[in-house]
């Protein structure tokens, strides 16, 4: 079983930064895939960008130039590094870490963007 604790949201003004993290615990293998997903009020939650355990990542469209997904292997962590903010950006960020044995979500993290 794994356990994924996300930490660093805030409310932030339009232009802002933030970073958020991710500590995962428990049963997790060499190989996997972390990412950060966001769900708005009213929409259906939706991929923001991923990153494999060796470095690999995906970001989805809306965020590409803005934000950065890094990860310490040694730590368990997985990072999410969020310029140039928008209120569009306003959602509950999720961590998720996919392996061969187990596909598991943290609680969320809420980030409000102001205009």
């Known amino acids: 079983q794994v356990q994924l604790v996300e930490s660093g949201g805030d409310l932030v003004q339009a232009g802002g930064s933030l970073r958020l993290s991710c500590v995962a615990s428990?049963?997790?293998?060499?190989?996997?895939?972390m990412g950060w997903y966001r769900q708005a009020p009213g929409k259906q939650r939706e991929l923001v960008g991923t990153?494999?355990?060796?470095?690999?990542?995906n970001y989805a469209d809306s965020v590409k130039g803005r934000f950065t997904i890094s990860r310490d292997n040694a730590k368990n962590t997985v990072y999410l590094q969020m310029n140039s903010l928008k209120p569009e950006d306003t959602a509950l960020y999720y961590c998720n870490l996919k392996q061969a044995i187990s596909d598991a979500w943290g609680r969320g993290t809420q980030v409000t963007v102001s205009s």
């Open positions: 428990g049963s997790i293998l060499r190989i996997n895939t």
């Open positions: 990153i494999t355990s060796i470095g690999s990542t």
